[in-house]
C-alpha cells in the first residue's frame, strides 16, 4: 500500500511537471490536467508500486528526500561536475592521462544509495563506474588520472574522490 | 542474465516515468505532438526497459505474455467499438460523433492556439487512449517472443 | 544558403553517411549501431521538416525499438557477415 | 541586457565543452578514456545549452507571463535530468561490457576489476 | 555479368528517381486543397489543436484502423514463430 | 429455361444443356457397346490380371511412379527445360532482381513510348 | 429497422466482422476447443453473408459508395470542401462485387475445411486470428477507393499471407518460403507507397476517381505507373516475378493456399484498377496492353511447362496457379490493348475482358478446390510427394470425386467452368490474334496433360501397403470442398447467368472510368 | 536541374537511400543485413513522404503558441506515421523468420537458404 | 534568434566529428560510446531548434529521444557484455 502511494505520488509528480502552464488553477493547471493527473497516478501507481518502490528502498521513498536530492544536484554535485569536467577538459586538451580501474568502498547499504552514488561518481571527476560489486556495494571505477600512490591500495574510500563537498554523506542522507 | 545493481535500479525507476510520460503523450495526442502510437511506444520502451535490466526469466513472471496480448487485443476492441459507436448515433463507421455536441469531450474550440483543454476532440482521446494500450502491449509481446526465442536457443 | 538550409544538408549529409556505414560495416552489430544512429538522425530531419508527431514515432519506434530488435535478432543468428 | 550575455556565456560554454567532448572521443586511447569524455563533456555541454534556455524563457517569461514559456523551461530541465541520469547509466552500462568482453584499459596503472573477476 | 546487370538496373533507378527528385518542387507543393481543408476546419470539425491527430483518427481513422491491425499481425506472427510446438508435430516437407 | 442460357462468345456459342445432352447420347451409346460384352465374366475367377505377359508385381509395384510419367516429353524439350529449371534459383536475391529488372524495363519502356 | 440498418452499413461490416472475429481470437481461444470452432464458424458465416448480400445490393443497385465518419456514408463530398473527398470513401462497383463474391464464398469454404484439417497443429487460435486477417485485408483490397488504404490493405494481407505461410515451422522450409513472401511483398509495397509519394505530392489527394480525373501523365506519373503496376504484377504471380508463388503455395496449410490464390487475384484487380480507372486513357493502350499480353502469354506456358515435371503436388499445383493467372493476364490485356479502339472492342475487346474477367473466379473456385484435395491427400497420407503416392481412390472416393471436378475444369472440359472461361478467352482472342488463341489452347492441354500425372499418381492403382490406414477425411473438409465443387459444376452448367449477372458489369465497371469518377465527384 | 536538386536536398537524400537499400538486397548475403536495407529504404520513403509536404517557413500543423505562418501539410505526415508503424511491424516479423531459418539451418546466407527451388 | 540556429548548427556538425569515431570503431564498443554522444548532442539540438521553431511543446520530442536512445543503448550493451 505504502508503495503504491509513493509511485501515485511520483507520478502524479510528473505529470503535473509535465503540464504545468496548462491553465488557470494556481495560474498552472486547468482542472481536466489535474483530473488526468489522479487518474494517471493511480493507474501508474498500480502498474509500478512493486518496481519503483520496493520494499528495499523504502527509505528513498520519501518525498522529503526527494527535495534534498534536488538540493544535491544543484549545489555540491553540479559544482563537483564543473570541476570535473575542466579536468577532462584540460586532459582532452594536453592528452596527460594516467588511468587505471580502482576498487572503492563506498559503504552504502541499499540499491538505491549505490545507484546515486555510481552516477554521482560517473558523472564527476575524472571517474567513471564499471562494475559493482553485488554484495559489497563495492565500485569498480576507472579513474582518468589515477593519484600517485593509489594504484598500490587494495581499496580506497569514497569520500577521496570528491574534493570540494562531502557527496557521499549527502547521498547516504538521500538514499539510507 | 541481469544487469547490475546500477542499472536494475535505474530501470525500476525509469519505468514508471516511462508510463508516465507516455501516458501524458497518449492523452494529450490531440493538444501536442504525439498520440496513441507515439505514447504506446515510449509505455512499451518502459517494459523493455525491464526486460533489459533483468534476466528473462525473473521478467516473465511479471509482465506475462498472455496479459499482454488481453491489452492488445482490448487496446484493438476499444478502437473497433469506438468505431461502431458511430453507427448507433445515426452515422457512418468511425465517425467522430462526440466531436460538436457529444456528452463527453465536446467542448468546442475556436480556431487558433489552445492549450491544456483536455476536454475536447470528441472521440480522439478514447481512440488515442485504445492505440496506446494495443501498441504497448503489441510491442512488448514482440519484445517478449523474440527474447524467448534466444532463450530457448540458448538452452541447447 | 541560410543557416537553416546549412542546417538541414548537414543532417542529411550525416544521413547519407551514415547509410554508408550501414552497409560497408562487415560486422552486423556495427551495423545496427549505425542504424540507430541513422534512425537518430532521421528523427531529426522530420523534426526539421516540422513534423513533429514523425519524429516522435521515428524516435520511439526507429531508434528505440527496432535497434533492440535488430539487437535481439543478432544475437538469435550471428553476429558477423558472410565473405562474399 | 544581462540575461542576453548571461545566455551566450552559457551558450558558449555549452557549446565549448560540447566541442571538448567529442575532440576526446577522437583523441583518446580506448574506450574507458573515450566515455569519460563523452559522458562528461556532452553531458555537462548539453546542460549548459539548456540552461541558457531556461534563462531565455524566464527573461520571456518576465516580459509576457504565458504558460508556454513555463512548459519550455521545466520541460528543458526534465530533459536535461533524463539526460543525466541516463548517460551515466549507460556510461556504466558500456564501460561494464566493454571489460566483460576483455577489453583492457590502455596505459592502465592499475586494474583491481581484472584481479577481483572470479 | 550478374554485377554488371545489378548495377545497370541500380544506376536505372538511381536515374529515374533523381529525374523525380528534380521534378517534384520541394518546399512548394503544387496543390494543397486538400490539406488546405484540413488546416482550415480540422479544429472546428473535430476540436483537436494537432492536425496530424485529427487526420490519423478522425479523416482517415479507417486507414490507423488498419495500421493497428498491422501490428496485431505482425505480433501474432512473431508470436506463431516462438510458439511451443506439440509434441509430434511433424511434418514431410519434401 | 433461364438457367441453361447459350454462352455466347461473339462469334461462337456454347450451350451446357444440348452439351449435356451429347454427353447422355454417348454415355448410351457406351452403355449400348458394354451390355454386348460376355455376360459370365466374373472377377477373380479362373484369371489373372497381367501385364505384357508378366505377373502383376504386389503392392502396387506396378503403378508407374510421377517421375516416369511423359518421359518423352520431358526428353524432347530438354534444352529449353535446361534454360528454364536453373532460373528458379530458389535465392531471395534473385527474386529481388527479377523484380527490379522488370521494373527497369518498363521505366525505359514506358519513359520511350 | 435492422434491416435497413445493416443494410446501409455494409461497406464497414465487411472489413469490421472479420477484424471483430480476428481481434476476439487470442481470447476466445482460451476458452477451449467446442467455443473457439463455433466463433470461427460464426465469423465465417458472418463475413460470407455480409460480402454477398452487398454484391447482392451492388449488382441489384449499381455502385455503393460509403464515406467513413463523414456525416452521412453516402455523401464523399462534404457542403464546405470545394469538391474534395476528404475521407476515405468505399466505393464498390460491380468489379469490386465480383471479387467481394469470389473471397466470401473461397473463405467460407476453406474456413469449414480448416477446422478438421488443421486440429493437429498448435497455436490453432493464431492461425484462426491470421486467416481472419487475411480475409479482412483481401475484402479491404478490393473494396476500397482510396489508395493509400489500399497500400494498408494490401499490407495486411501481406502480413497475415507471410505468416501463414510459415505457420508450419517445424524444420524450417514453411519459414524460408514465408521469408521470401514478406521480403518480396515487402518490397512491392514499398514501391505502391512511393507511387503514392509521388501522386500525393502532386496531386494532393488520395481518392483514386479523384486522382484520375486530375492525372495530367507527367513524366512523374509515368514513374508512379511503373511503380504501381510491376509490384502487383508480381503479388499476382505473373512470370517472370512469380518465382514466390510456387515456394509459398507449397508450403502453406493447404486451406490457407486456396486462400493465398484469392489474395493474388485481389493483387490482380488492383493492377486492374490502376490501369483501366486510375491512369485509362492517358495510357498507351496498346504499350499496357501488351505489356499485360506479354506476361500473360509467359505465364501461362512457363507456369504449365515448370509444373509439368514437379514431384510435390502442391507445387505443381501452384505452377499451374501461375499458368491460370496467365488467361486472366491474357483475357483483360486483349481489351486493354483495344480499349481505344471502339469497333474492336464491341466485336471482341469485352468478350476478352469478360472471360478473363469470369476466369478469375472460375480459378480461385477450381484452384481452391484443387488445393483442398491436395491438402485432404496429405492429411490421409502424409505425403505431397507424388513419386510415393498411389492407389488413394480406393479409400477416399469423395475426395477423388472432388479431384476429378477441379481436374477437369483447370484443364477447360466441359462442362465445367473452365471450359466457360476459357472458351469466351480462346474466341476472343483468336480474332485479335490467332497465334495468341492457339498457345492459350496448347496451355491448356498441357494442363490437362499434367493433371492426368497428378490423377493417376494420386489415386490409381492397387491399394499400397503404407497406406493402408487411409480413410476418407473427416466432414467439414469434405464440406468445404463439396462447397466449391458445387460452384464449379454450377458455373460450368449455367455459365450464362453468372457472365449476365456478375461478369458483364463487371466489364462496364471495368471500362466505365467516367462512370467511376462520376459516382464520387458528380458529372464531370 | 542543378540548382533545383540543390533546393530539394531532401529527395537528392531519398534517391540516394533508396539506392543504397536496393544495393545491399541485391549484393548483400546476411539476411539480417538485407532486413536492414529493407528498413532503410522505408526509411527512406518515409522521408520522401515527409518531405512532399514542406512548405518553406511553414510552422508545424499544430496550434500550439505559435506565430502564425503557413502550415507543413499534415495528411503526408498522417501517412508517414502509418507507414512507420507498419515498417517496424514488417522487420519485426522477418527477423524473427530469419531467427527461426538460423536456428533449423544452422545458416544466415541467403544464398544458401534455397530449400525450395526448381 | 540567430544565436540559437546557429548553436544548432554547431551540434550537429559536432553530431558529424563524432560520426568519425562510429566509423573507425576499432571496437564495437567504441562505437557506442560515439553514438552515445551523438544521442546527446541531438538531444540538445532538439532543445535548442525548439526556441528557432517557437514550438516550445517540441520539447517532448528531445525527452522522448533521451529515454528511448538509452533503451536501445542498454540493449547493445547488454549484448557486447554478452549477457542478452
Redesign the interface.
Known amino acids: 500500500m505504502l508503495s503504491f502511494i509513493v509511485t501515485a505520488l511520483f507520478s502524479g509528480a510528473v505529470y503535473l511537471l509535465l503540464t504545468a502552464g496548462s491553465g488557470p488553477v494556481l495560474r498552472l493547471w486547468s482542472s481536466q490536467e489535474l483530473l488526468v493527473a489522479v487518474v494517471v497516478a493511480v493507474a501508474v501507481g498500480f502498474v509500478a508500486r512493486q518496481y519503483f518502490a520496493s520494499a528495499r528502498r523504502r527509505a528513498a521513498s520519501n518525498p522529503l528526500r526527494w527535495l534534498q536530492a534536488v538540493a544535491y544536484v544543484v549545489g555540491p554535485f553540479f559544482a563537483e561536475m564543473a570541476k570535473a569536467n575542466l579536468d577532462v577538459a584540460y586532459r582532452v586538451i594536453t592528452g596527460r592521462i594516467r588511468p587505471g580501474i580502482v576498487r572503492v568502498k563506498t559503504g552504502m547499504q541499499t540499491d538505491m544509495g549505490t545507484l546515486l552514488m555510481a552516477n554521482s561518481i560517473t558523472l564527476t571527476p575524472g571517474t567513471l563506474t564499471v562494475n559493482v560489486d553485488e554484495e559489497s556495494n563495492d565500485l569498480f571505477i576507472h579513474m582518468i588520472n589515477v593519484p600517485a600512490g593509489t594504484e598500490a591500495r587494495e581499496t580506497i574510500e569514497v569520500r577521496e574522490l570528491f574534493a570540494l563537498f562531502d557527496c557521499p554523506r549527502w547521498v547516504r542522507r538521500i538514499a539510507e | 542474465m541481469k544487469m547490475t545493481k546500477i542499472v536494475r535500479t535505474t530501470a525500476d525507476l525509469f519505468f514508471p516515468f516511462c508510463l508516465v510520460f507516455g501516458l501524458y503523450v497518449v492523452v494529450h495526442g490531440h493538444l501536442t505532438p504525439g498520440g496513441g502510437f507515439q505514447g504506446g511506444a515510449v509505455m512499451a520502451t518502459g517494459t523493455a526497459l525491464l526486460l533489459v535490466a533483468r534476466a528473462y526469466d525473473d521478467v516473465t513472471g511479471r509482465i506475462r505474455k498472455g496479459a499482454m496480448k488481453v491489452c492488445e487485443a482490448a487496446g484493438l476492441l476499444i478502437f473497433l467499438c469506438a468505431g461502431f459507436s458511430g453507427l448507433f448515433a445515426g452515422r457512418p463507421f468511425m465517425a467522430n460523433w462526440l466531436a460538436p455536441d457529444g456528452a463527453l469531450f465536446r467542448t468546442s474550440i475556436a480556431h487558433g492556439p489552445n492549450a491544456g483543454d483536455l476536454n475536447t476532440a470528441g472521440l480522439l482521446p478514447l481512440l488515442n487512449v485504445g492505440v496506446g494500450i494495443e501498441v504497448l502491449g503489441g510491442l512488448t509481446v514482440i519484445l517478449l517472443y523474440m527474447l524467448s526465442g534466444i532463450k530457448e536457443e540458448k538452452k541447447k | 544558403m541560410t543557416p537553416f538550409l546549412l542546417l538541414q544538408a548537414l543532417v542529411l549529409l550525416g544521413l547519407i553517411v551514415t547509410a554508408v556505414l550501414i552497409i560497408s560495416f562487415k560486422d552486423l552489430l556495427a551495423a545496427a549501431l549505425a542504424f540507430a544512429a541513422f534512425s537518430l538522425l532521421l528523427s531529426l530531419e522530420f523534426y526539421l521538416l516540422q513534423a513533429p508527431d514523425v519524429a516522435i514515432a521515428e524516435a520511439g519506434i526507429g531508434a528505440g525499438l527496432t535497434t533492440a530488435i535488430f539487437i535481439i535478432a543478432i544475437r538469435g543468428t550471428q553476429r558477423h557477415e558472410e565473405k562474399n | 541586457m544581462i540575461l542576453d550575455i548571461l545566455i551566450w556565456v552559457a551558450l558558449a560554454v555549452g557549446l565549448a565543452f560540447n566541442a571538448l567532448g567529442v575532440v576526446g572521443i577522437l583523441r583518446f586511447p580506448d574506450v574507458y578514456t573515450r566515455l569519460h569524455a563523452d559522458t562528461k563533456c556532452t553531458t555537462f555541454g548539453s546542460i549548459f545549452t539548456s540552461l541558457a534556455i531556461v534563462l531565455y524563457a524566464a527573461g520571456e517569461y518576465r516580459q509576457a507571463p504565458e504558460g508556454q514559456y513555463l512548459t519550455l523551461a521545466l520541460h528543458t530541465v526534465l530533459a536535461v535530468v533524463v539526460l543525466a541520469f541516463t548517460n551515466a547509466t549507460s556510461a556504466h552500462a558500456i564501460a561494464r561490457a566493454a571489460h566483460k568482453r576483455g577489453h583492457k584499459p590502455a596505459q592502465a596503472v592499475c586494474d583491481r576489476l581484472e584481479e577481483s573477476a572470479p | 555479368m550478374r554485377n554488371v546487370l545489378f548495377s545497370a538496373i541500380l544506376l536505372l533507378f538511381f536515374g529515374g528517381l533523381l529525374y523525380l527528385a528534380a521534378d517534384l518542387p520541394f518546399g512548394d507543393p503544387l496543390r494543397t486543397d486538400m490539406d488546405d481543408y484540413f488546416i482550415r476546419n480540422a479544429q472546428a470539425q473535430t476540436g483537436a489543436n494537432n492536425v496530424v491527430t485529427s487526420i490519423v483518427f478522425d479523416f482517415r481513422g479507417f486507414d490507423t484502423l488498419g495500421e493497428a491491425t498491422v501490428l496485431f499481425t505482425a505480433v501474432l506472427g512473431v508470436g506463431m514463430m516462438f510458439r511451443k510446438l506439440k509434441e509430434g508435430e511433424e511434418y514431410e516437407n519434401d | 429455361m433461364d438457367l441453361f442460357q447459350t454462352l455466347q462468345t461473339g462469334s461462337g456459342a456454347w450451350n451446357p444443356l444440348l452439351w449435356l445432352v451429347a454427353l447422355g447420347v454417348a454415355l448410351g451409346v457406351a452403355l449400348a457397346i458394354r451390355s454386348r460384352g460376355r455376360k459370365d465374366f466374373r472377377e477373380g475367377v479362373g484369371r489373372k490380371p497381367f501385364i505384357s505377359g508378366n505377373e502383376e508385381p504386389e503392392n502396387g509395384g506396378g503403378h508407374v511412379p510421377a517421375s516416369n510419367l511423359y518421359w518423352g516429353f520431358l526428353e524432347s524439350l530438354k534444352s529449353y527445360y535446361a534454360r528454364i529449371v536453373p532460373l528458379h534459383t530458389g535465392i531471395p536475391t534473385d527474386y529481388v532482381a527479377w523484380l527490379l529488372g522488370v521494373m527497369a524495363l518498363m521505366l525505359v519502356v514506358v519513359l520511350v513510348f | 429497422m435492422m434491416d435497413t440498418?445493416v443494410m446501409r452499413?455494409l461497406p464497414?461490416l465487411l472489413i469490421?466482422v472479420p477484424?471483430?472475429a480476428?481481434?476476439?481470437m487470442?481470447?476466445v481461444g482460451g476458452a477451449g476447443r467446442v467455443v473457439r470452432n463455433a466463433w470461427v464458424v460464426l465469423g465465417a458465416l458472418a463475413t460470407s453473408a455480409v460480402g454477398l448480400a452487398l454484391a447482392w445490393k451492388v449488382l441489384a443497385t449499381g455502385t455503393v459508395l460509403?464515406?467513413?465518419?463523414?456525416?452521412?456514408?453516402h455523401v464523399p463530398l462534404p457542403m464546405?470542401?470545394?469538391g474534395?473527398p476528404?475521407?476515405?470513401v468505399f466505393q464498390i462497383d460491380a468489379l469490386s462485387a465480383l471479387m467481394v463474391v469470389i473471397a466470401s464464398l473461397s473463405s467460407l469454404g476453406i474456413t469449414i475445411y480448416s477446422l478438421a484439417a488443421e486440429s493437429?497443429?498448435?497455436?490453432l487460435e493464431?492461425?484462426y486470428?491470421?486467416l481472419f486477417?487475411l480475409i479482412?485485408g483481401v475484402l479491404?483490397m478490393v473494396s476500397t477507393g482510396d489508395l493509400?488504404?489500399f497500400f494498408?490493405?494490401l499490407?495486411?494481407s501481406s502480413?497475415?499471407g507471410?505468416?501463414l505461410v510459415?505457420?508450419?515451422?517445424?524444420?524450417?522450409?514453411?519459414?524460408?518460403?514465408?521469408?521470401?513472401y514478406?521480403?518480396?511483398s515487402?518490397?512491392?509495397a514499398?514501391?505502391v507507397?512511393?507511387a503514392?509519394?509521388?501522386l500525393?505530392?502532386?496531386?494532393?489527394?488520395?481518392n483514386l476517381a479523384t486522382l484520375a480525373s486530375?492525372l495530367q501523365f507527367?513524366?512523374?506519373d509515368?514513374?508512379a505507373?511503373?511503380?504501381l503496376?510491376?509490384?502487383l504484377?508480381?503479388k499476382c504471380g505473373a512470370v517472370?516475378?512469380h518465382?514466390?508463388t510456387?515456394?509459398s503455395y507449397?508450403?502453406a496449410p493447404s486451406s490457407v493456399t486456396a486462400f493465398l490464390v484469392v489474395s493474388s487475384q485481389a493483387s490482380l484487380y488492383g493492377l486492374f484498377r490502376i490501369l483501366f480507372t486510375l491512369y485509362g486513357p492517358l495510357l498507351?493502350w496498346a504499350?499496357f496492353g501488351w505489356?499485360l499480353i506479354v506476361l500473360g502469354v509467359l505465364s501461362m506456358f512457363?507456369g504449365v511447362?515448370?509444373a509439368?515435371?514437379q514431384?510435390?503436388v502442391k507445387r505443381l499445383m501452384a505452377y499451374h496457379a501461375v499458368s491460370q493467372t496467365g488467361y486472366m493476364l491474357l483475357g483483360v490485356g486483349v481489351g486493354l490493348a483495344v480499349l481505344g479502339n471502339p469497333d474492336a472492342l464491341a466485336?471482341?475487346g469485352r468478350?476478352a475482358m469478360a472471360?478473363g474477367l469470369f476466369h478469375i473466379i472460375n480459378h480461385a473456385m477450381y484452384k481452391g478446390l484443387l488445393f483442398l484435395t491436395a491438402g485432404a491427400v496429405f492429411y490421409r497420407a502424409?505425403?505431397?510427394?507424388?513419386?510415393k503416392?498411389?492407389?488413394l481412390g480406393h479409400d477416399m472416393p469423395w475426395t477423388m470425386v472432388c479431384f476429378m471436378i477441379g481436374a477437369l475444369a483447370i484443364a477447360g472440359v466441359?462442362?465445367f467452368n473452365g471450359?466457360?472461361s476459357k472458351?469466351?478467352i480462346y474466341?476472343?482472342v483468336?480474332?485479335f490474334s490467332p497465334f495468341l488463341s492457339i498457345i492459350a489452347m496448347i496451355v491448356s492441354i498441357l494442363t490437362l496433360?499434367?493433371f492426368v500425372?497428378?490423377f493417376?499418381?494420386m489415386f490409381?492403382?492397387?491399394?499400397?501397403?503404407e497406406f493402408a490406414a487411409v480413410r476418407e477425411v473427416p466432414a467439414p473438409m469434405l464440406a468445404g470442398m463439396a462447397l466449391l465443387a458445387v460452384f464449379v459444376v454450377a458455373a460450368?452448367?449455367?455459365?450464362?447467368?453468372f457472365?449476365?449477372r456478375l461478369i458483364q458489369p463487371a466489364v462496364e465497371a471495368l471500362v466505365d472510368r467516367a462512370g467511376y469518377i462520376a459516382a464520387i465527384l458528380g458529372g464531370i | 536541374m542543378t540548382s533545383r536538386l540543390l533546393l530539394a536536398l531532401p529527395y537528392f537524400t531519398v534517391v540516394v537511400l533508396i539506392v543504397l537499400g536496393l544495393a545491399v538486397m541485391l549484393s548483400k548475403r546476411n539476411v539480417v543485413k538485407i532486413l536492414m536495407g529493407l528498413s532503410l529504404m522505408e526509411s527512406a520513403v518515409n522521408l520522401f513522404l515527409v518531405a512532399t509536404g514542406y512548405r518553406h517557413d511553414s510552422v508545424a500543423p499544430i496550434f500550439t503558441n505559435v506565430p502564425a505562418g503557413p502550415m507543413a501539410l499534415p495528411t503526408v505526415q498522417a501517412l508517414t506515421l502509418t507507414s512507420i508503424v507498419i515498417g517496424v511491424a514488417t522487420s519485426a516479423m522477418m527477423l524473427s523468420f530469419a531467427m527461426v531459418i538460423y536456428k533449423k539451418y544452422g545458416t544466415t546466407d541467403i544464398q544458401k537458404i534455397k530449400k525450395l527451388k526448381g | 534568434m540567430t544565436r540559437w540556429i546557429f548553436t544548432a548548427l554547431v551540434l550537429v556538425a559536432l553530431m558529424l566529428l563524432a560520426m568519425v569515431r562510429l566509423f573507425k570503431g576499432p571496437t564495437a564498443a567504441d562505437r557506442v560510446v560515439a553514438l552515445d554522444a551523438i544521442n546527446t548532442l541531438v538531444v540538445a539540438a532538439m532543445i535548442v531548434l525548439a526556441v528557432v521553431f517557437r514550438q516550445f511543446i517540441f520539447v517532448d520530442v528531445a525527452i522522448i529521444y533521451a529515454l528511448l536512445a538509452f533503451v536501445g543503448t542498454l540493449y547493445i550493451a547488454k549484448y557486447l557484455g554478452g549477457e542478452l
Open positions: 440498418f452499413h464497414a469490421a477484424l471483430f480476428a481481434f476476439l487470442p481470447i460509403y464515406v467513413f465518419g463523414a456525416a452521412a456514408p464546405d470542401s470545394g474534395i476528404i475521407r476515405i493437429r497443429q498448435s497455436g493464431t492461425f486470428a491470421m486477417l479482412a479491404g493509400f488504404n494498408v490493405f499490407e495486411i502480413l497475415a507471410a505468416a510459415a505457420y508450419r515451422v517445424d524444420n524450417g522450409v514453411a519459414v524460408e518460403a514465408g521469408l521470401k514478406a521480403l518480396l515487402t518490397l512491392g514499398l514501391a507507397l512511393t503514392i509519394g509521388i500525393i505530392g502532386q496531386y494532393n489527394a488520395l486530375r507527367t513524366t512523374l509515368k514513374l505507373l511503373v511503380l503496376a510491376v509490384p504484377a508480381m517472370p516475378m518465382f514466390w510456387p515456394d507449397t508450403t498507351s504499350t505489356f512457363v511447362t515448370m509439368i515435371p514431384k510435390d466485336k471482341y468478350t472471360g502424409g505425403t505431397r510427394n507424388l513419386n503416392l498411389g492407389g466441359p462442362p471450359f466457360a472458351l469466351l474466341e476472343s483468336f480474332r496433360a499434367s500425372k497428378v493417376h499418381s490409381l492403382g492397387p491399394r499400397r501397403a460450368g452448367l449455367a455459365p450464362q447467368p457472365v449476365d
